[in-house]
Structure formats: C-alpha cells, structure tokens
C-alpha cells in the first residue's frame, strides 16, 4: 500500500506539474491479480483498484500498514465494478457486480475477496475505504435502484446524470459517499460551476475515456487552480480545501467518493464562476 501524506493549500502553491502528481495522480489502479491501494492522509480514504484473472484477489492488510488484523476491523469499504462481470464474496456471501454496480460492505466484515466471472474480460473493483466505527449492513446498488438527477446543459457542455449510491438519502455509510456521473456524448464539462467542501476530501476516478482522450482535470483553492491531466481509468485526490472539476477532450463517467464529517450529498459551498482564477 502507497501512503501519501495531507497537504496545506500555501504548499501546493509551489508545485510543479510533477510534484502536483506525485502528491494527488494516482495512475494505474488494475493490475491483474493485485490489489493495488493508495492510503492519503486526506480524511484517511484509501483509494484502491482490485483485477482478478487467474485468481481471486483478497482484501488483505497488515499490522504495519493499518494496525488492525483485517481491513475492515474499523473501516467501511465502497466498490464499483467498472470491467467485465465479477462476484465480492464478504464473509461468504456472493455479491455479482456486473459494469457500475455498487456493493457497500460495513465495518467489521472479516474475508473479503475479488473474483471475475471470465478472465478474458476481467471485472475492474474500483475501491474507496475510510475509518468506520460502527457496522452498517452490506448492500448492493445499481445505476437504476439510484437517486438520480440530470443536471447540466448542452449549452454548457455539461448535460450528465448523478447516480448517488451511497450517501444520506442511499446506501447507510459512516462516512463513506460514493456515486457515478456520466456525461451525455457532445458534453466535456463536470462539476463547473465548481465547488468546495472544508468538511470532507473526495477522490474522482475517471473512465470510459478513449484511448488518446484526457481529462483536465482542475484543482487547488479557487483564486489559485492548477490543472492535472489525466487519462483512462485515473484518480486523482482532492483535499478539502481544493475545488474538483474537470474537462475532457471527449465526453467521459467518472466515480466520485468523499469521506469527512457527514454523508450528505448537497453539503457544498458554490464557487461563483467570477471568483475562479
Ligand atoms: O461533491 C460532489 C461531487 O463533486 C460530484 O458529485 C460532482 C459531480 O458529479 C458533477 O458535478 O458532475
Ligand atoms: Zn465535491
């Protein structure tokens, strides 16, 4: 497991493209058969990828890495499947996730373990973990059993859907909130006007990119933006004083996933458009 630690915004002023992306890219989450995690000191959310080929992949951890004897000892754990057909088994029972559906598993789960249905088209568990200190039931959500809201204008180049799985009015969580926004072809832009949330982080993870497309994606304090790009199946990390926005080369989904100090969905504070620079 990669760590990273937190940042101040006064820091991040002085970072070069490089430095931008070691503190807050996070490439390559699939690799088969691994489990691939990213620990940030942000509101201590692991970012993670999980490819099963020729076997199942287990959610294992260690003393040194979270002090505990099993991952979810005290965290809770988001995933979305965003390859081929797969199967979460949590203590024994079979969850199948095909494409962008969503399993929450609580706090205090045991065996956690990653399996693909064929290994010629692999599933791709996209995974977000933070610090859980009560157990909320396991349960699975899809696209269609979401509340969801089309927003945006193609006037704007930002008509997309918000599938909000796990938050407040969703699936229960302590912290964890965990959704998928798709952009309708033709449109490019997401979350602009732009925001921020001082109480909690969020990690964008973007996908269903071609190949030679990127995003641009937008980040720091928002008289201050740097831009970071980013291809297919990247993350990125945004702390919570930063605002997290985006445009792509061509129209993209992407999985956004916070954690900090409430799980409801509309605790944001608008950036005003004539206040960026
Ligand atoms: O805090 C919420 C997140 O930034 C996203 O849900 C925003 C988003 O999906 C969008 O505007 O397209
Ligand atoms: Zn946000």
Known sequence: MERRF??????VKQFDT???????????????????????HEDRMI????????????LATDLKELGVTYFLERRELGIINV???????????????????????????????????DSANPAKFYLNSAPAH???????????SSEFADLGDIKNSNER??????????????QLVMGLTQLK????????????????????????????AVVVHLMGEPKETRHIIMRN???VISPSWSIHSGVGTSNYTFIWSMAGDNIRYDDMDPVSMKELQ
């Open 134 to 144: 009560k157990t909320y039931p396991t349960v699975k959500a899809t696209l269609e």
């Open 47 to 58: 970012v993670g990828g999980a490819m099963p080929v020729k076997e199942p992949v287990v």
């Open 185 to 212: 072809p033709g449109n490019m832009w997401n979350t602009m006007p732009a925001h921020t949330h001082p109480r909690r982080m969020e990690a964008y993870f973007y996908f269903e990119l071609p190949e030679d």
């Open 6 to 11: 937190a940042s101040h915004p006064n820091e």
């Open 233 to 235: 199946e990247e993350a």
């Open 83 to 117: 390859g081929g057909k797969g199967t979460v088994v949590a203590d024994g029972a079979e969850y199948e996730l095909n494409a962008k559906e969503c399993l929450y598993v609580g706090a205090g789960t045991k065996d956690v373990q990653f399996k693909s249905a």
């Open 18 to 40: 490089g430095r931008l992306r070691q503190e807050f890219h996070v490439p390559v989450l699939f690799a088969a058969d691994e489990l691939k995690l990213v620990l940030t």
């Open 161 to 174: 859907s918000i599938h909000r799985l796990i938050h407040a009015n969703g699936i229960q969580s302590c």
